[in-house]
């Protein structure tokens, strides 16, 4: 059996958050007051939305926009673990859960030849409207109410779980690798066996700390791809 490994992307793949990197294509790289404070809980591709079209109205294209985000950096050591993943991907299934969007990550992947490694991206769906303009959808409808209401991670997880099983594959463990506070909700869906890997110094890592008796997997806290690295060759001892 496979292991399946679950990435997170802002501040797990990539060494920054692919959302607010965007705004360098802005004007003197800022956002307006108005647009930097319209930001609600729980609505963040609302958010996005709002500021792609303002980048749009300012004349930024598409080729203005996947310049800046090539140049995002990826995590220290996680292009070498990505490369070692794509080189057994006979005991990895791997896949990206994200509350980024499809045309970021794409490009971010693509550019660095790493796309191919990931068996599916769960993320939000972006698209280029007849105008030029980025635009972003919420990924599905939940009613999980620790979550933003755009992306559950455990309810993908969940689903994505249930049709692998239907179609016959089966899993020694889940490796889940992540940061962020959106990340606790899968890490519940864990169980004895599984890996949970929350990023040093980042929200996920202090969650958990705060609501270790919700979980029930081990924990295994990283800072660089390098040490993601080492932990999977050991489950291939």
Request: aromatic fraction near 10%; include cysteine.
């Amino acid at each position: 059996m496979k292991t399946l490994l679950v990435f997170d992307f802002d501040h797990t793949i990539v060494n920054d958050n692919s959302d607010t990197w965007i705004v360098q294509c802005a004007p003197d790289k800022t956002l307006p007051n108005v647009l930097q404070n319209s930001d609600e809980k729980g609505k963040w591709t609302e958010y996005m939305g709002r500021i792609f079209t303002y980048l749009g109205e300012q004349g930024i294209r598409e080729d203005d926009m996947k310049r800046i985000m090539i140049s995002i950096p990826y995590t220290p050591g996680m292009t070498e673990l990505l490369h070692f993943i794509g080189q057994n991907k006979d005991r990895f299934d791997c896949i990206i859960i994200s509350d980024s969007n499809t045309i970021f990550i794409d490009w971010i992947l693509t550019h660095a030849n790493v796309h191919n490694v990931f068996d599916q991206v769960f993320t939000n769906p972006a698209a280029f409207d007849r105008f030029g303009n980025l635009t972003v959808q919420n990924f599905h409808v939940h009613h999980c109410t620790s979550c933003p209401k755009n992306l559950c991670k455990r309810k993908v997880l969940e689903e994505f779980i249930a049709k692998q099983t239907s179609d016959g594959a089966q899993y020694s463990k889940i490796v889940y690798i992540g940061d962020g506070s959106n990340d606790l909700c899968p890490v519940t869906f864990l169980k004895k066996g599984d890996i949970a890997m929350p990023r040093e110094g980042y929200s996920l890592q202090k969650h958990i700390a705060k609501e270790v008796e919700i979980i029930d997997s081990s924990i295994s806290i990283w800072s660089t791809g390098n040490e993601i690295l080492a932990h999977l060759k050991l489950l291939l001892e």
